[in-house]
Every structure is written in C-alpha cells, then in structure tokens.
C-alpha cells in the first residue's frame, strides 16, 4: 500500500518567482540527489512519488490546505488545520525533507 501524497506550500511574491522556485528545486533534485520528480511550470509545482511542493503567492491562500506550509506565519496553521507540522526554514532543508520523504525513512 502506497504512502499519502505529503503536500508543501511554499510562500513567493509574484507568479515569476513562484516558477523560477520550482525550476530550481526540479533542477536540483533531478542533477544532485537519486530523486525522480515532476516539472509543472504553468502550476510552479514539482512533484516526487511521495511529495507535491507548491509555490503559491499570499493572494492565494483563501481556504489552501496542506501537510507543510512554508513561510505563512500565523496563517500557516490554518493551512495546516491546526495539526503540527515539520517546520522547513530553506531550500536546503526543503531539499533533504524530500529525499527523506521518498527514501521512506
């Protein structure tokens, strides 16, 4: 039986930097880790077996939900539904919660 899909929100500015974020971290982990991931440039997600990371502007927060937010503040807790969560400060620790994530560790 497969494991849930774990869903981060990372917090950007602007639609230009929500892309080139998700560039980045698809870039990265395609050359420098043994990950196999997903580019979606129109959404600004890359996507693993085990993780879906999203880059989204404030704006667009009414009503999200997801396992890790990134970078929200306070609002980060209703996006997580009160649960707790694994705080994720960069993309260093962004990049090793993934490859932990889909080592199954």
Known sequence: ?????????????????????A???YEILMDCTPVIADL?????????ETVLV???SNKR?????????CG?????KIMADMKTYKEIN???????FIIKE???K
Request: aromatic residues 8%; proline residues 2%; positive net charge.
């Open 1 to 21: 039986m497969g494991r849930r899909l774990k869903t981060i929100y990372v917090k950007v500015y602007s639609a230009q930097k929500a892309t080139e974020y």
């Open 40 to 48: 979606c440039l129109k959404k600004a997600e890359v996507r693993t």
């Open 90 to 96: 960069d993309g260093k620790e962004l990049v090793d």
């Open 54 to 56: 999203k880059y989204i």
């Open 61 to 69: 927060t009414d009503g999200m939900r997801c396992d890790i937010p």
């Open 72 to 76: 929200f503040g306070e609002l980060g």
């Open 23 to 25: 560039k980045n971290l």
């Open 102 to 104: 889909e080592s199954g």
